[in-house]
């Protein structure tokens, strides 16, 4: 049996701590990125990068990588779904697992 000095201080620590399910005191960080096209600009620039490390290349410039997705009809971001297409380019390269189909869209030659 307890005491009743240990039952008061084990009811004392139990109030005085914050509640498991009250979120004072809690709160959800900001992303770095402006918009969801920033984060997926920079995810891809992440992903084309350590391919050209790999194969001992310079990496891509933050520009470079902007005039060549700016080139492109489709992932310009005057388009109205740009969003929906550079979404599309870089799900399917993560699930590739290589961002060799994103360098050929966007870097590939023109006729």
């Known amino acids: 049996m307890y005491s009743d000095e240990e ?5 004392n620590k139990i109030t005085n701590t914050k509640s498991l399910f009250s979120m004072s005191g809690f709160s959800t960080k900001k992303s770095p990125y402006k ?3 920033a984060e997926l600009f920079y995810s891809l620039l992440k992903g084309i990068n350590k391919e050209r490390e790999k194969a001992k290349l310079k990496p891509l410039t933050s ?3 902007a005039t060549a997705l700016n080139s492109n ?4 971001q005057s388009y109205k779904g740009s969003t929906e297409e550079l979404h599309t380019l870089v799900d399917k390269c993560t699930k590739q697992g290589s961002f060799k189909y994103a360098n050929w869209v966007l870097f590939s030659k023109k006729k």
């Open 73 to 76: 009809p489709f992932l310009k």
């Open 35 to 37: 918009d969801k096209r």
């Open 63 to 65: 520009k470079r990588l």
């Open 7 to 11: 039952v008061f201080n084990t009811v």
